[in-house]
Structure formats: C-alpha cells, structure tokens
C-alpha cells in the first residue's frame, strides 16, 4: 500500500501529463493544424509573436525548466532565438521536435519522486522547487496555447470546439 506521500506524488504527476498531454498539446497541434503557413508565422506587430513563434518558445521553455531542470539535463536554451523567428520553419519539423520533446519529458515524470517534487533547484536564474517547475510549465503551456486559439479564433471566425460534447452548465 502507498504511503500518503507517494500517493500525493502520483496523483500530482498524473494530472500535470492530464493537463500537458491531453489538452495543451492537443489543442497546439488543433491550432497549427486550422493555420496556414503564412497564418502561423503572421504577426499583427513588432510587440507580438506569431503561432509559430509561441510553439518555439514552449518548446524552449518545457526544455529549459523540465529536461533541463527537473531532468538535471544540460541547459541549452537559447531562448531569444525563439521570438526572433521570422519563419517559415517547417510545421512537420516543429510538431516532430515537440513530440520527442514530450517523449523525454514524460520519462522525467515517470521517474520523479517525492523527493525530486521537493528539490530545489536553479531555472532560468530562478530558485525552483520540483513542484513549482511542474505548476509553472503547465500553467505557462496553457497561457499560450490560449494565445494560440485566439489567434486561430480571430483569422478564422471559428469555434476550436474543445469542449464539444460536455455540458459545461453542468451542476
């Protein structure tokens, strides 16, 4: 039987791959694949990223905090290069580095204990708890995939559909 901690821990790590794996990257690909070349790589102006800027920067960032700081992996972010891509970077390239990407990033989870939830250590210049890095790429991952589905939302006129067959007024 688990102890309580042990339990906390894999519950934990199931909804973290809940929220990354089902729905945010899920709903990335759903709003590169609505996109054309051009419309992923659009920007409205010097101030805002482009779709395919935004799938650079979570790739770089869930490299940085999680293979490199939970997986104790060497650090090889170079994180401005990711909005200052003009494009077109393939979209096949983008979504196959990503998925690798989730490959290795779910062995990390796989094998994070308590212990490693309660570790700090140094991401991005920041002090970080193995749990905190877990909030933050998750949290992080849904806010520009938010992005990501406005835009898609406002060159298309279109509903993502993301909660099609749930009620959501559901008591």
Known sequence: MQNQSTALTNAFIAEIKRRLFTESVTRLKKCVSE????QIWYRPNNASNSVGNLVLHLHGNVRQWV?????KHK???ARQKEFDEKGPVPLEQMLS???KLMEEVK???NNTSTADLLEVRNVQGYQESGLSILVHI???FS???GQMTYIVKMLKDKDM???????????
Not at 35 to 38: H, I, N, V
Not at 67 to 71: C, K, P, R
């Open 75 to 77: 650090d090889v972010r």
């Open 143 to 145: 806010y520009h995939v």
């Open 107 to 109: 062995q990390i989870l």
């Open 97 to 99: 580095d990503m998925d």
């Open 67 to 71: 293979v490199a700081g939970l997986g």
């Open 138 to 140: 998750t949290e992080h």
């Open 161 to 171: 559909g993301y909660y099609d067959g749930h009620d959501l007024d559901a008591k």
């Open 35 to 38: 996109l054309t070349e051009a």
